[in-house]
């Protein structure tokens, strides 16, 4: 993280990510600060290039305590903004489990590097979009739809729940 503060508690502060681009800074506050005091916010925007001035799609957010951002998390974690389900974690949380799930991500890198343009590296694709269609067909029949159902009624409509200016999209 660019900026470091004076007393900062990392274990205080959460990730939000999956954001749509019509939320905004002030409507991302106003949904996590029921959960407690909000003591600092990061916003982030591009800084380059055509997008510039847009949102990036994630944010994060410091609660003044580690308990209300343990909160936070709890009650806004997959829930839906704008038909988008919320990632939100714990900051120090997201990197321990990047780490941990993909260890050689430096190594894995090179090598989708080298094998894009040949036919080996067109086969990983489609064997990796076969296994996630089955995980998928898997999931609908364990009840993921009844999941999806519930994640339905906890969403925050854009239009109606976010304050948007108009003229804004």
Do not use: W
């Not at 991500?105 to 990983?124: E, P």
Request: charge should be positive.
């Amino acid at each position: 993280m660019d900026h470091v503060f004076v007393g900062e508690n990392t274990e205080a502060k959460l990730y939000i990510g999956n954001l749509d681009m019509r939320i905004t800074e002030a409507a991302l506050l106003k949904m996590f600060s029921p959960f407690g005091k909000i003591v600092h916010e990061e916003f982030l925007l591009h800084t380059r290039g055509r997008k510039r001035g847009e949102p990036r799609g994630f944010a994060f957010i410091q609660y003044s305590s580690e308990e209300e951002a343990k909160l936070a998390k709890e009650k806004m974690h997959g829930r839906l903004a704008c038909g988008r389900p919320l990632v939100v974690r714990l900051s120090s949380e997201k990197y321990s489990i990047q780490e941990t799930e993909n260890p050689s991500r430096q190594a894995g890198n090179a090598t989708k590097t080298s094998l894009s343009a040949s036919s080996s590296g067109q086969m990983s694709r489609t064997s990796k979009i076969a296994a996630i269609k089955n995980k998928l067909k898997a999931l609908e029949g364990e009840g993921f739809s009844a999941k999806k159902q519930k994640q339905k009624q906890d969403n925050i409509s854009c239009s109606s729940s976010l304050d948007h200016p108009s003229g804004q999209r």
